[in-house]
C-alpha cells in the first residue's frame, strides 16, 4: 500500500524559505503515470493546489505560487520536496503531500503537517 | 486562470436524503473534473474523476454528472458517514468547498 509522509519544520519565521520533504514508501516515485504534488489548506479553509513533479524532473506549479514555488524530486531516497520563499502568513497550512495520477487526479494523501509562518 | 464556484457553500440533510452540490467552471477545460470528500482531521478522499467515473470503492450512492463548465455532485440515499466537506476540482483549482452538515 503506498504511503506518504511529509517532514520538515512546523514553524517559519516571515520573509523566510518553507522548506518540506515528502517520502514515499510502497511504491517507486519513479513512475511514468504519475505526477508528485504539494497541496495546502490553511485552517478552517478550503484547498489550493501548490504544484506537481515527474521523477524525470517536469514541474507544473499553480501560476498564483509560481514565482515563489520550488518542487523537486530525489529518485535515489523516493522523496521530494517542496520549497515555498518569502512567506507570510498567510502561507499558514496543513501542508499535503499526495500523489496525482492522469491530469491532476490525487488518489493517494499523506497525513498533512502544519506549518505556522510567525515571528 | 481557471476558477471553479461551488454552491452552496454549505447545507443541512437527513439521513436518507437525496443531496446536490454544484460546481462551475470559468472556462470549458479539457481536464477531469474531480470530486473529494473531506473529514475533519483527515486529507481528502477521491470520489470521483471524469465528471462520472467513481473510484474504486466508492458507494454507488455517490454519482457525478455535467458538462462544459457545469458539473454536479449527487449523494442518494444520505449516510451518516457522508456527512463532511465536499471539494470539487479541475486542473490546479479547487472549489471553496461545501459542508454538508447533519439537519
Known amino acids: 500500500q503506498l504511503q506518504l509522509q511529509e517532514s520538515g519544520p512546523g514553524l517559519v519565521k516571515p520573509s523566510e524559505t518553507l522548506s518540506l520533504t515528502c517520502t514515499v514508501s510502497?511504491?517507486?516515485?519513479?513512475?511514468?503515470?504519475?505526477?508528485w504534488a504539494w497541496i495546502r489548506q490553511p485552517p478552517g479553509k478550503g484547498l489550493e493546489w501548490i504544484g506537481s513533479v515527474h521523477y524525470s524532473g517536469t514541474t507544473y506549479y499553480n501560476p498564483s505560487l509560481k514565482s515563489r514555488v520550488t518542487i523537486s524530486v530525489d529518485t535515489s531516497k523516493n522523496q521530494f520536496s517542496l520549497m515555498l520563499s518569502s512567506v507570510t502568513a498567510a502561507d499558514t497550512a496543513v501542508y499535503y503531500c499526495a500523489r496525482d495520477y492522469g491530469d491532476v487526479r490525487t488518489d493517494y494523501w499523506g497525513q498533512g503537517t502544519l506549518v505556522t509562518a510567525s515571528s | 486562470d481557471i476558477q471553479m464556484t461551488q454552491s452552496p457553500s454549505s447545507l443541512s440533510a437527513s439521513v436518507g436524503d437525496r443531496v446536490t452540490i454544484t460546481c462551475r467552471a470559468s472556462?470549458?477545460?479539457?481536464?477531469?473534473l474531480n470530486w473529494y470528500q473531506q473529514k475533519p482531521g483527515t486529507a481528502p478522499k477521491l470520489l470521483i474523476t471524469s465528471t462520472s467515473s467513481l473510484q474504486s470503492g466508492v458507494p454507488s450512492r455517490f454519482s457525478g454528472s455535467g458538462s462544459g463548465t457545469d458539473f454536479t455532485l449527487t449523494i442518494t440515499n444520505l449516510q451518516p458517514e457522508d456527512f463532511a466537506t465536499y471539494y470539487c476540482q479541475q486542473s490546479y483549482a479547487f472549489g471553496q468547498g461545501t459542508k454538508v452538515e447533519i439537519k
Open positions: 472556462q470549458s477545460s479539457s481536464f477531469s
Open positions: 510502497g511504491g517507486s516515485i519513479s513512475s511514468n503515470n504519475h505526477y
